[in-house]
């Protein structure tokens, strides 16, 4: 099994049964399958975002990469284990933050929750020391060793959860939802350090997001799903083009003008962007979002009174729905 | 930064395989990782220590009036159901020592159904340690110490009081009834547990055995309709966990037809208990990782 990736999976399935009350006592059993039938590969090293809509199945994905779930068919394996039948060995080589519950001791400093990682996941003394130096260094932790987890802030926890999963050098991290509520000064920390964690440790990364952001930063590689089916594989620019998505241009002029008009640059039929809504001085224009938005601000500040712009990028979950709409 | 890079380049490579993972002996590990989880918890608690001492407190005074109960009944009536006082004391200080030890190791295993509802169960399966050391764990209360306090006292004023010939057999028998004891009801809140893994919300169920069932053989059993006794004797195995050997130690008829040598099997029934627990356990650990709830 040479060529099996780090983590490979062949048309992995989990099938949950359900009941549901139809009548006064009756109930009807049925199938929902959270996934069905996903299949790729991930190397060691590399950094890949995972993203889809509430209830894609993503989640439900980590669960069973991480052993907490049995798949119902296919095949998985993490570093050449199946994580549902060996959780605990698997356990030790990789590292969990769920972005939203915290592992750390809610009355206790901070330091003590990482003594027990420490000793529960058996850290050799000094590769832990180095880890926790390392880790308090990049996340800034230093001052909050000793702060009771509770007096934390929901971004400061993050951190230190981050670090929680790190210490025992694991091969994999999953994060879900790692910034999710943070702010912006937080998000940048994280985003950061788990940056230079990949590229110094070639830690292999695996990250779900609702934050196009985070993926644009971080992730070479994207995977959209939806349905519980693998929707897209590959580069972000590429999912723009795939989901055909178009980023905002939000312009301010002088005076209320009739809509901005740009013909195509190459001299093509379709104008290099479309007024969407006109607000009085204020024009809200799309254009593809593969294309570069610097010559089109230059064009338009050439022919109209601009006093102020600023580019929205297209939200991921627009992106997806179109894309779902394209493929039958 | 410097430093960390210093210490990487004198010849220290990161070595990506995980280290100092062995095959170890699970029950080992769990024990070991129990302690881990447990050292934590008293260090949680004693972050509250006031706290801490009033519950510990309140927890020795709730417990003892429930003795004081049967004392003041005792004040009007000479026996209860043909037995005196130093005896109800012995029943009821071998129940409740044997609950007290379990409660302490296991009282917050009721605790899994809500783990499971909140999601934060997850986060035990992602460790390299046995989840059930870790349910086993979960907000381990040195307040229970309270419970054992009281009934080691009242088994104090029993074997003091009781007026019985003690043989070297007699007197071996409490301490193993007492462990007995306490790996049977730990046996019904694994049970319990497993149980929460499909009716999330069945704590309660679970709370009418080991509370209902510690407050039964606080009382002798001839005052209970025969068809419980024989419940509790052949189904749910507690009356292995007092009164068996206690009646035994008293030179008492069980109202049950037994032989006398049922009165040594408490140590087997426990070994029993415990093994169909740990059964049902990994029954429901494996229903959750296939359903995902």
């Given at each position: 099994m040479a060529d099996d990736g780090f983590i490979s999976l062949d048309g992995v399935e989990k099938v949950f049964e359900v009941r549901r009350r139809a009548g006064l006592l009756r109930r009807e059993r049925h199938e929902v399958r959270a996934v069905d039938g996903i299949s790729f590969r991930v190397a060691r090293g590399e950094m890949v975002g995972y993203i889809g809509p509430n209830g894609a199945g993503k989640s439900t994905t980590i669960k069973m990469l991480t052993g907490i779930l049995t798949p119902s068919g296919g095949r998985l394996r993490v570093a050449g284990i199946d994580p549902s039948r060996e959780r605990t060995r698997l356990a030790q080589r990789i590292g969990v933050v769920f972005g939203q519950r915290t592992t750390l001791w809610w009355d206790l400093p901070l330091r003590d929750s990482y003594r027990l990682m420490h000793r529960m996941y058996r850290i050799p003394d000094r590769r832990y020391r180095e880890n926790l130096e390392r880790c308090v260094e990049l996340l800034d932790l230093g001052k909050l060793l000793?702060?009771?987890?509770?007096?934390?802030s929901l971004g400061q926890r993050m951190r230190g959860d981050i670090a929680a999963a790190l210490l025992h050098d694991p091969e994999v991290l999953y994060l879900d939802e790692p910034t999710i509520g943070l702010d912006v000064i937080s998000k940048v920390k994280v985003r950061q350090f788990l940056k230079e964690l990949n590229a110094e440790r070639g830690t292999t990364v695996l990250l779900t997001t609702h934050d196009l952001t985070d993926i644009e930063q971080l992730c070479g590689r994207v995977m959209v799903i939806d349905h519980g089916r693998l929707m897209y594989d590959g580069s972000l620019a590429g999912l723009h083009e795939v989901g055909e998505s178009e980023r905002m241009l939000v312009v301010d002029l002088e005076s209320e003008l009739p809509p901005i008009r740009l013909e195509s640059a190459d001299g093509g039929d379709q104008p290099a962007l479309r007024a969407v809504k006109v607000e009085g001085p204020r024009q809200w224009l799309a254009f593809p979002a593969?294309?570069?938005?610097a010559p089109l601000v230059a064009r338009i500040a050439a022919d109209y009174p601009l006093v102020d712009l600023s580019v929205r990028e297209p939200d991921i979950e627009a992106v997806i729905a179109r894309m779902y709409e394209s493929t039958p | 930064m410097a430093e960390s890079v210093a210490v990487r380049a004198d010849g220290e490579e990161h070595e990506p395989v995980g280290f100092a993972f062995e095959d170890r002996p699970r029950p080992l590990e769990g024990v070991r990782a129990y302690g881990l989880i447990m050292a934590m918890w008293v260090r949680s608690t004693m972050a509250y220590r006031a706290s801490f001492a009033m519950t510990l407190f309140g927890n020795l005074a709730v417990t003892a009036f429930d003795f004081v109960t049967i004392l003041l009944m005792f004040t009007h009536v000479d026996a209860l159901g043909g037995y005196a006082l130093p005896e109800i004391a012995l029943l009821y200080g071998l129940s409740s020592t044997a609950f007290g030890v379990c409660d302490l190791l296991l009282g917050s295993m009721d605790r899994v159904g809500g783990r499971v509802r909140d999601g934060t169960f997850d986060t035990l399966l992602?460790?390299?340690?046995?989840v059930l050391a870790q349910v086993a764990a979960d907000r381990f209360a040195l307040r229970r110490l309270g419970r054992i306090t009281q009934g080691l006292l009242v088994l104090g004023y029993a074997i003091v009081t009781l007026d019985i010939a003690w043989t070297p057999l007699k007197m071996l028998m409490l301490p193993m009834t007492v462990l007995s004891g306490a790996a049977i009801f730990g046996a019904v809140f694994i049970a319990g547990a497993a149980f929460q893994f499909v009716a999330q919300d069945a704590s309660e169920v679970q709370n009418s055995f080991t509370y209902g069932g510690t407050t039964l053989l606080q009382?002798?059993?001839?005052?209970?309709?025969k068809d419980l006794v024989r419940g509790v004797t052949f189904v749910v195995p507690l009356a292995f966990a007092s009164w068996l050997p206690a009646l035994y130690v008293l030179g008492r008829e069980y109202p049950v037809d037994l032989p006398q040598w049922v009165a040594f099997l408490p140590p087997l029934v426990a070994a029993g208990a415990c093994a169909l627990a740990g059964l049902a356990w990994r029954a429901g650990l494996r229903s959750y990782r296939s359903t995902g709830s």
């Open positions: 000793e702060v009771p987890v509770r007096q934390l593969a294309a570069s938005a | 992602v460790r390299p340690v046995p009382y002798p059993p001839t005052i209970f309709a």
